[in-house]
């Protein structure tokens, strides 16, 4: 079992930037694929990125592609969304997610993750 942390959210204008960190707890954390969903009030949970076990494949919903940035680093068991050129309709609580997998895919479904952090709230004014 491996437990998030998701951390780095806040108040920031549009077109400012944050860096929203997820630490996991658990010596396998290499066997994970990793992503972020949002979820603004009112909405569903939607996806925003992923990567896989290795950090060697990406995937971002198109809303932030060329905006936002997923990296993981396996020895300080982190991953981070680097989040640039914000929007307003950024704003949302933001969830780190971990997929146990022998995969080297990654996920970017709500369905196929295992496990899930608490949220860290990101809010965009304009």
């Known amino acids: 079992q491996v437990q998030l942390v998701e951390s780095g959210g806040g108040l920031v204008q549009a077109g400012g930037s944050l860096r929203l960190s997820c630490a996991a707890s658990?010596?396998?954390?290499?066997?994970?694929?990793m992503g972020w969903f949002r979820q603004a009030p009112g909405k569903e949970r939607e996806f925003v990125a992923a990567?896989?076990?290795?950090?060697?494949?990406?995937a971002y919903v198109p809303s932030v592609k060329g905006r936002f940035t997923i990296s993981r680093d396996n020895a300080k068991i982190t991953v981070y969304l680097q989040m640039n050129s914000l929007k307003p309709e950024d704003t949302a609580v933001y969830y780190c997610?971990?997929?146990?997998?022998?995969?080297?895919?990654?996920?970017?479904?709500?369905?196929?993750?295992?496990?899930w952090g608490q949220g860290t709230q990101v809010t965009v004014s304009s």
């Open positions: 997610a971990a997929k146990l997998t022998v995969s080297p895919g990654l996920a970017t479904t709500y369905s196929a993750y295992d496990y």
């Open positions: 658990g010596r396998t954390f290499s066997t994970y694929a």
């Open positions: 990567i896989n076990r290795s950090g060697s494949t990406t």
